[in-house]
């Protein structure tokens, strides 16, 4: 029976592992797509949450604020003990015992405080409103981000595939030379030359695989997930063309200034301030507030007799207490008068902010219209760059091989093709992304 046993807790501990092994091998070869990568971000990363956590905190301020229109309650219940000798009169003493109880409730409520409720009310309200779009912008920032780093993820594997393409040349023409020399057509020199090419493409292998590693691990760190076995899915980049331009920058500048978050922010911390002055103001009208009251005790003692029980007591001597009053300000020691002034000031600086946002969205986009422009143009220079190297390289190779050029110089026409390549895909990631910068302050997704 007891080897029956151990032989199921093998089994089991086997299948554990069995299972162990099989999810880490499907989270290592797990290809993360641009729309995973993007949605897992919105939805881990720790500053949205904390964003997100200001939105629930502004939401409890809204309903403070709300509560503040209620009538605060108060209950209250004391009990008195007294023991002990006490001069009744003067120089007679006599020991005595009291013992009282006391029960109150009291309600007050403002009913004109010059509409400070009602501005601190709506001043909540638009605090929360101006969180939210705040969690939008920093959202919008955060997939600008991720969807620069995942390019920069293909630009590094577009550029180690090079690379590695020109390696695997090098060796097909040491391959070559060697053959060349061997059949006396060429130096034996000729041979170290292209080993040192060789070596070379290999150095360059190595500077593109550790340029891709970075770049991965610096999308894992943005995610917020670990860089081992992380890796993402290849997207296909479509070639570069002019119809991806904007040919007017004005319908882009008309609908950012409409649209665009960080103005919308501003346009609120405007109307906040504005809303901050009348509440300071507020200090110049006179408070009217309404109190109730209600009230008894009861009270024993060792020197009465006869006394009425404790819920009797409580039952006669009750009372009510209602009261108006009225607090005008006269003097505040120029408190009010400051409070005003320093408002009116913060309402300034929220316009001169709001001011200052537009001139910066629009040099902003200014500029990414600009460089998407430049970029563009970069692309079909480089294009245009890589099409004669190509020729002349392949040209250079048929004058190697009849033995007119020697292998320095198709080395240099081939450094100068391979130039050629960095520099196009440099230029085609370039331009994709600014372009995409521009679709982002169009509000277009920045998926596709």
């Not at 151990?6 to 501990?13: A, C, H, R």
């Not at 085609?428 to 372009?435: A, E, I, L, P």
């Amino acid at each position: 029976m007891k080897i029956k046993t151990n032989t199921s807790m093998k089994k089991q501990l086997f299948i554990a592992l069995f299972c162990m092994f099989i999810a880490q091998t499907f989270a290592q070869q797990k290809k993360w797509t641009l729309q995973e990568c993007v949605n897992h971000a919105l939805e881990n990363n720790i500053t949205i949450k904390q964003s997100e956590n200001n939105l629930l905190s502004g939401e409890q301020d809204v309903i403070a604020a709300k509560g503040q229109f209620l009538p605060s309650v108060n209950a209250n219940i004391n009990q008195n003990l007294s023991l002990g000798n006490r001069e009744l009169f003067p120089g007679q003493f006599v020991d005595r015992t009291d013992n009282s109880t006391s029960i109150g409730l009291g309600a007050n409520q403002t009913i004109f405080n010059g509409f400070r409720l009602t501005n601190l009310y709506k001043q909540s309200k638009l605090n929360l409103e101006t969180s939210k779009i705040e969690l939008d912008r920093i959202k919008d920032d955060i997939s600008l981000n991720v969807v620069n780093s995942y390019l920069n993820v293909l630009f590094n594997i577009e550029n180690l595939e090079a690379a590695k393409a020109q390696y695997e040349f090098s060796k097909k023409q040491l391959e070559q030379v060697k053959e060349l020399v061997d059949a006396g057509v060429q130096p034996r020199v000729n041979i170290y030359d292209t080993e040192a090419t060789l070596a070379n493409d290999a150095q360059n292998v190595t500077v593109a695989e550790n340029n891709y590693t970075l770049a991965l691990l610096t999308l894992s760190q943005l995610l917020q997930l670990p860089f081992e076995g992380f890796n993402v899915e290849l997207l296909e980049i479509d070639t570069p063309s002019e119809a991806l331009l904007y040919s007017d920058i004005k319908p882009i500048l008309a609908y950012a200034l409409e649209n665009r978050n960080e103005i919308k922010a501003a346009e609120k911390r405007v109307e906040n301030a504005t809303l901050g002055t009348e509440i300071s103001k507020s200090g110049y009208f006179p408070i009217l507030s309404f109190n109730y009251g209600f009230g008894s005790n009861a009270f024993f003692s060792n020197l009465l007799e006869n006394e009425a029980s404790f819920f009797r007591q409580l039952n006669d001597q009750k009372s009510h207490r209602f009261s108006l009053s009225l607090n005008v300000p006269i003097f505040s020691r120029y408190q009010n008068k400051t409070s005003v002034a320093k408002s009116e000031i913060q309402e300034e600086n929220s316009k001169l902010n709001l001011q200052q946002a537009k001139i910066d969205l629009e040099a902003n986009i200014q500029r990414a219209f600009t460089d998407a422009q430049a970029a563009f143009k970069t692309y079909e220079a480089s294009k245009k760059s890589l099409e004669s190297q190509k020729l002349a390289f392949n040209n250079a190779q048929e004058r190697y091989n009849i033995g007119v050029m020697n292998v320095f110089e198709l080395e240099q026409s081939r450094v100068r093709f391979i130039n050629a390549q960095s520099s196009l895909i440099n230029a085609k990631y370039d331009f994709v992304f600014k372009t995409k910068i521009l679709d982002f302050y169009m509000g277009k997704t920045l998926l596709n």
